[in-house]
Structure formats: C-alpha cells, structure tokens
C-alpha cells in the first residue's frame, strides 16, 4: 500500500492533527506558509494528492480512492481523528472522506468548492500541458513560453510551473501525472461527490470574486452537511488562500481554535 508524500508541521504538538489537501496541479510546496503558520497552533500535515507533487502516480483517480488514500495515511501515522481542510479538487476528497469516514473526522473545512458536479473547465490548461515537448525544451523559459501560448494568466502559468523539476537524465518533466489527470479528468471533476451526510461541524470557505460557490449551491451544501457554515473572503478568487492570505487564515483559527 502506498503512502501519500508529505510535509509536517508541528509535530511534537498533542492537539488534534490538521490535515490540508491541495488543489488540481497543486502540490503542498503551495502551503508552505500556511503549514509554518498552524504548525505553531497543532500538528499539521500538509499532503500532495496522488498524482501530484511527490505523492505515488496511480492509473486510478476517483473520489473513492482519493479518499481511501486519506484514511489509509492516518492508520500508517497513527491518527485516530483529524481536523481536515480541502482546496478544490482537495476539498472533493476531504467532503468524500468525511462522508465515508465521519468517525474519523473532528471538523472538515472546505475551500471554493461544492459537492456538485462542475462542468469540465480546465480543457485549455491541459491543452498547454500536453503541448510541452519536453525532448525539445532545454530551460524553464522554454517550457513558459509554451504555456504562455495557450494560457494567458501569468499567476496560472506560474503556479503550474511549481511542478517542473530536472529528472536524473538532465530533463525536465512534471511531478504531476498528467497522462492519468487528463484521462480521468471527468472522473474527478465532473462528477458530484456520492450523496450522505456529514453531521460535524463543516466550514465552506469561498473567494468572493470566485464563482465556485453559488448562492443556489447553499441547498445542496445544506443537505449533505447540516452544521455547516459559508463565508466568503473580500479580495480572493478560487486561489483564496493566496490571494487573501491574511484573512483565509483568520477564518480557519476561528473556526478550529
């Protein structure tokens, strides 16, 4: 059984573990600050997903197994139950786990993201993926310049070029598997999480200039979590927790401490 890769926080600490899940192309490395931050408050475990970052590369990628991959990573560190908070396609999994495993989970927080289905709207970032030709690139300004073809938001090109590294025979390459991404896309992000019901104490937390979260999305979130909450960040979009930092992290303390 293969154990996801990551990073902790605040280890010697007795409080009940933070969990924290990225995003699609994420990878923990984009927590860094934050995992430093609630290290000081509880132990906190900052994770790459599978197939992202240094985390195992699987041909499977359904919410099941994402959430299987969770609870299989609290058994080999002996964590009976957590705090878990999910971004996007990490807050799929983290509302999946805390429908298939509710016992195991203290408080879920969720980050710009429902339980619905979304329609796929990432086609033209893989596009720009798949056009790197990496026997062909030589340098990380190569590999931008592609993407800067298909992609015109610099923080997106950025952000997906956190995943470039230098393999051992001198290339360059993703950490993430976009071969498995690309075929299972639909899988993940164009699918509602299973329905059930969570009864814990649940905060969504949206970017107000994100249209993840919709006021007609507050019905469904309601059925499947009761005791839940949604608040929204001024100055955030999907990115909530970069683009409003200060604010994003206030919300989680008040909501955990």
């Known amino acids: 059984m293969e ?7 605040g280890e010697e600490r007795t409080e009940t573990p ?3 899940f990225h995003g699609l192309f994420g990878m923990l490395d984009n927590w860094g600050s ?3 931050e609630f290290g000081e408050l509880m132990p906190t475990h900052i994770l790459d997903l599978r197939n992202h970052g240094r985390s195992f590369h699987s041909d499977s990628m359904s919410h099941d197994d994402l959430t299987q991959d969770i609870a299989n990573y609290m058994d080999a560190h ?3 139950k957590a705090n878990v908070l999910g971004h ?4 799929k999994a983290v509302m999946q786990f805390a429908i298939n495993f509710p016992e195991r989970l203290e408080k879920l927080i969720v980050v710009d993201i429902t339980p619905k289905a979304y329609p796929p709207h990432h086609q033209g970032i893989i596009k720009a993926l798949q056009s790197v030709d990496f026997d062909k690139v030589e340098s990380r300004q190569d590999v931008e310049a592609v993407l800067g ?4 938001e610099k923080f997106v090109i950025q952000f997906l070029m956190k995943n470039l590294y230098w393999t051992d025979d001198k290339k360059l390459a993703w950490r993430f598997n976009l071969k498995t991404l690309a075929e299972k896309y639909t899988e993940f992000v164009s699918n509602a999480i299973k329905f059930g019901i969570f009864k814990g104490p649940t905060l969504f937390i949206g970017g107000a200039n994100s249209n993840y979260i919709l006021p007609q999305d507050e019905f469904l979130i309601k059925q499947q979590f009761p005791d839940s909450k949604i608040i929204k960040i001024k100055n955030a979009e999907h ?3 970069a683009n409003n930092p200060v604010d994003f992290n206030a919300a989680v303390k008040d909501f955990l401490l």
């Open 3 to 9: 154990i996801l890769h990551s990073k902790i926080y």
């Open 18 to 20: 933070l969990l924290v």
């Open 34 to 36: 934050f995992g430093k």
């Open 78 to 80: 002996n964590i009976q």
């Open 88 to 91: 996007s396609l990490g807050g």
């Open 149 to 152: 073809e298909y992609i015109h």
């Open 239 to 241: 990115w909530v927790q």
